[in-house]
């Protein structure tokens, strides 16, 4: 299981850079990408205007401002320039959710 998981992390991580995406902390322990969105033009360097956009060619990202817990509000979104990118699913959901996520940064360009 650990190979097949590393395998899809790889593969993503690989993937994530060629679009641009930037990963500061590789996972070590979960299967998920902490991907840091600030190198992409605007609006895709924010995490929820990423998240719509991958809607679009119907791929789900999650903001990283879902993860800010912040309830007074006293510090602008931290996580926004953030989303968290999951590789739990098959490869070729992986494959055809990047290619997707690549023709979204394309048009963008």
């Given at each position: 299981m650990?190979?097949?998981f590393?395998?899809?992390?790889d593969?993503?991580l690989e993937?994530?850079?060629?679009?641009?995406v930037?990963?500061e902390?590789?996972p070590?322990g979960t299967?998920?990408?902490?991907?840091?969105l600030?190198?992409l033009?605007?609006?895709?360097d924010?995490g929820?205007?990423?998240?719509?956009a991958?809607l679009?060619?119907?791929?789900?990202t999650?903001?990283g401002?879902?993860?800010?817990?912040n309830?007074?509000?006293?510090?602008?979104g931290?996580?926004h320039n953030?989303?968290?990118?999951s590789?739990?699913?098959?490869?070729?959901t992986?494959k055809?959710g990047?290619?997707s996520?690549?023709?979204?940064?394309a048009?963008?360009?």
């Amino acid at each position: 299981m650990q190979r097949l998981f590393r395998k899809k992390r790889d593969y993503v991580l690989e993937r994530l850079q060629q679009l641009g995406v930037k990963v500061e902390a590789e996972p070590e322990g979960t299967f998920y990408v902490w991907a840091n969105l600030t190198d992409l033009p605007e609006p895709l360097d924010d995490g929820l205007s990423f998240f719509e956009a991958g809607l679009s060619e119907n791929v789900i990202t999650v903001p990283g401002v879902f993860f800010d817990v912040n309830p007074e509000k006293r510090r602008y979104g931290q996580y926004h320039n953030y989303c968290r990118i999951s590789f739990g699913p098959e490869m070729e959901t992986l494959k055809r959710g990047l290619g997707s996520l690549e023709r979204v940064i394309a048009k963008h360009r």
